[in-house]
């Protein structure tokens, strides 16, 4: 346990939609907790003038989470703990090492405990002996089907979580009823990304006797890691599910069944062809699924009409926050990647705890 003053920067991703990137200073040492770039292509944390830095953690593989490693020179090159099925998609040379996908760890002789984060393949939430508890949730959901997560349940005085939805309360479920009523229609392309939402739209499309499947090679490639490699983060249960879709889902070839696609706003990859080629004709009916940067391809089709917007929760629902925090005893809460006109129903919800969004905050021992 680590005690003495210690303090959490808030360098990005709080009070609006952005990279994550925050800086945790206690016993002597400075960690870093996430290093995202985006949504926007190109968004990166502002970190001149920070100084070095002793280590970068890393919560999952989304790139708003970890696609600033670019910026690791500027910080001193430090060692990035990530869990081995992130580590695995690091580019070449970045000097990683492990962290548990759930259970106990360490980073530069701090104790830290891990749980799958119910999101994405080697998510994980850390929970730091740090005062009287620190947790970072990075991204977390406690609705999927697909993803298995880790309740934390150790306490945490001060806690950085999740609000990406503030106080959105929809059910996982009343989401896949908009989109089965899509499916029922006819063809449909859900531009998903394939280390998150993809598969577990997949998933919920095979259990619902739906086998007119088609996926791009990200998503056949995330499917095959499921069933293999990245199996640790996975509900029990679902393997078999995972090895039926990978020999269902086929090839997108032509206007036909339900067709997903990386990249989830179709700014790259087989998403971004597509929609070049469909972005005027009837068929298929596109719908949008996650969250929606102004200026990319989803954004300009759902505002011209072509396209629909339907929300496949992969955050928190208020109710799954306000549990949370009173499942760690938070004193402290700082809600994260949502927008600062939050703050005030996110305060009524989480009280009696203090909740801010500006930092530095000082870690409660
Ligand atoms: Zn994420």
């Not at 499309?205 to 990200?218: F, K, Q, S």
């Not at 949008?288 to 940067?293: C, D, I, S």
């Not at 391809?297 to 306000?322: E, T």
């Amino acid at each position: 346990m680590v005690n003495g003053s210690a303090s959490l920067r808030l360098i990005s991703g709080v009070g609006a939609k952005g990279p994550a990137c925050f800086v945790v200073e206690a016993a002597g040492r400075r960690l870093m907790l996430d290093l995202g770039e985006g949504p926007p292509p190109g968004q990166l944390p502002d970190v001149d003038g920070l100084g070095p830095i002793d280590a970068v953690v890393l919560s999952h593989g989304h790139k708003d989470h970890l696609g600033g490693l670019s910026l690791l020179a500027k910080l001193g090159n430090p060692p990035v703990y990530a869990t081995e099925i992130v580590a695995r998609s690091l580019p070449k040379g970045t000097p990683a090492r492990a962290l548990p996908l759930a259970g106990s760890g360490e980073v530069l002789g701090i104790a830290v405990e891990t749980g799958r984060n119910g999101h994405a393949p080697g998510g994980v939430w850390l929970r730091f002996a740090i005062g009287d508890g620190l947790l970072y949730t990075g991204d977390i959901s406690t609705e999927s089907r697909l993803y298995a997560y880790d309740s934390p349940t150790a306490a945490a005085a001060t806690a950085l979580i999740d609000c990406s939805y503030g106080s959105y309360q929809k059910p996982i479920a009343q989401c896949w009823c908009a989109v089965a009523a899509f499916i029922e229609r006819g063809p449909l392309l859900l531009p998903v990304p394939a280390n998150g939402r993809g598969p577990e739209l997949a998933l919920e499309i095979l259990r619902y006797g739906h086998t007119d499947i088609y996926v791009d090679e990200a998503m056949r490639s995330a499917l095959r890691q499921l069933s293999g490699s990245d199996g640790a983060s996975l509900r029990t249960g679902v393997d078999d599910d995972i090895k039926a879709l990978v020999v269902t889902a086929k090839p997108i070839d032509g206007v036909r069944g339900v067709m997903l696609a990386a990249s989830a706003d179709g700014t790259s990859g087989a998403t971004a062809k597509l929609l070049a080629q469909w972005q005027h004709t009837d068929e298929p009916a596109i719908v949008f699924t996650g969250y929606r940067a102004p200026d990319t391809p989803a954004d300009r089709l759902i505002k011209s009409g072509r396209a629909q917007f339907l929300r496949w929760n992969v955050h928190p629902r208020l109710s799954d926050a306000v549990a949370l925090v009173h499942a760690v005893h938070a004193q402290t809460v700082i809600p994260s990647f949502c927008d600062r006109s939050q703050l005030g129903g996110l305060a009524d919800a989480f009280a009696p705890a203090r909740v801010t969004m500006d930092g530095p905050v000082t870690i409660s021992a």
